[in-house]
């Protein structure tokens, strides 16, 4: 069974930066890391589900919602089989729970708490 554990979050001061991972292991059914894209969700309390940032399999398609272009950063690393978010000029709009998920296969990973207090 395929999963997504992320992992990096915690409580950063506004103006404050932080890189979150998702590690994917346990591949199975055919699942490729390096052959499929990969996105960030966030959920504030109270809030739907978000998309915040996608990267095509080979990094040459990157997008970011508005709120956070120009502060967030998505990357992989095939070879780990990881995805990052670095995070930069946080602000208290961004206190939410952060996913990992792998969108053709509609895997999800279990969340990681990122708080910045206002």
């Known amino acids: 069974q395929v999963q997504l554990v992320e992992s990096g979050g915690g409580l950063v001061q506004p103006g404050g930066s932080l890189r979150l991972s998702c590690v994917v292991s346990?591949?199975?059914?055919?699942?490729?890391?390096?052959?499929?894209?990969m996105r960030w969700y966030r959920q504030a309390p109270g809030k739907g589900r978000e998309l915040v940032a996608s990267?095509?399999?080979?990094?040459?398609?990157?997008d970011y919602s508005d709120s956070v272009k120009g502060r967030f950063t998505i990357s992989r690393d095939d070879g780990k089989n990881t995805v990052y978010l670095r995070m930069d000029s946080l602000n208290s709009e961004d206190t939410a729970v952060y996913y990992c998920?792998?969108?053709?296969?509609?895997?999800w990973g279990q969340g990681t708490q990122v708080t910045v207090p206002s």
């Open positions: 990267i095509n399999f080979d990094a040459t398609v990157i």
């Open positions: 346990g591949f199975t059914s055919g699942f490729i890391f390096s052959r499929n894209p």
């Open positions: 998920n792998a969108p053709s296969w509609g895997f």
